[in-house]
């Protein structure tokens, strides 16, 4: 049958309290040694029952252990805090007089608290300046370049774009050209045409033809035109003399 598991919380009983403390220090013990051999690791243990005595193990000696662990733990910790507190506070004071050092050259440079500056800090003002002003001047320059060449390669475009045009234009002017030639051409045939005029044909004698009507005093009407206009003379004068009649 299994062990079952023990609840841990204070023995009540002294006995078993007592007889359970000796049992597991000395497996305590044993577990210390046996990981100091097995791992080659330096192992102290520092045990204290509750009448005050006390129960050690130490692989390379209790003593020096301890202090081997104030060493590397409590003095070099506090020393790690302090060195770096002063880090900071040093950095704090760099970065302080790093940002007033730029204040005052920034005002130098709008010329403002030159008095307390001597005759060579002026000079030295000075060469900055007019290389700063070189660069811009630089600066100034080449973007008006670039710009000069942007302007120059729109012209190009823009001339292109126009012979384009222009020779549509052109194309399109010889179309016209051939087109009012053609006209003119055709209008003229028309106007000759209209200088030679067709003479009319002469009137069917079938509408001529009306019904007998009396003619009283009819005479044949020659005229100098032709046997065409005295046949159409003479029908329109039947009509009249019919409904006169």
């Not at 007592?18 to 243990?45: I, M, P």
């Not at 009448?51 to 910790?77: D, H, M, V």
């Not at 670039?146 to 001339?159: I, S, T, W």
């Not at 003119?184 to 044909?201: D, M, Q, R, Y």
Request: with cysteine; aromatic share 8%.
């Amino acid at each position: 049958m299994g062990r079952g598991r023990v609840e841990l919380k204070r023995i009540e009983n002294k006995i078993n309290r007592q007889v359970t403390f000796s049992k597991r220090r000395n497996g305590l013990l044993k577990k210390a040694y046996e990981l100091s051999v097995l791992c080659d690791a330096e192992v102290a243990l520092i045990i204290f029952s509750t009448r005050g005595k006390l129960y050690e193990f130490g692989s390379a000696g209790t003593t020096k252990t301890l202090e081997r662990y104030q060493r590397c733990c409590f003095s070099p910790q506090h020393n790690y805090a302090e060195r770096q507190t002063q880090n900071w506070v040093e950095e704090i004071s760099k970065l302080k007089a790093k940002y007033e050092s730029l204040c005052r050259t920034h005002r130098h440079l709008l010329g403002e608290d030159l008095g307390p500056l001597s005759v060579k800090e002026l000079q030295n003002l000075e060469k900055q300046l007019e290389a700063a002003l070189a660069q811009a001047r630089q600066r100034k320059t080449q973007i008006m370049i670039e710009q000069m060449e942007d302007l120059r390669r729109k012209e190009r475009q823009l001339g292109d774009l126009n012979r384009e045009l222009k020779l549509k234009l052109e194309a399109e002017g010889q179309n016209l050209t051939a087109i009012q030639s053609f006209w003119s051409s055709g209008s003229g045939s028309a106007e000759h045409a209209n200088n030679f005029p067709l003479h009319p044909l002469p009137p069917n004698p079938i509408e001529c033809q009306h019904e007998p009507v009396l003619q009283i005093g009819y005479q044949n009407y020659f005229s100098e035109e032709g046997p065409s206009v005295q046949k159409s003379m003479t029908c329109e004068t039947n009509f009249i003399q019919g409904w006169v009649i």
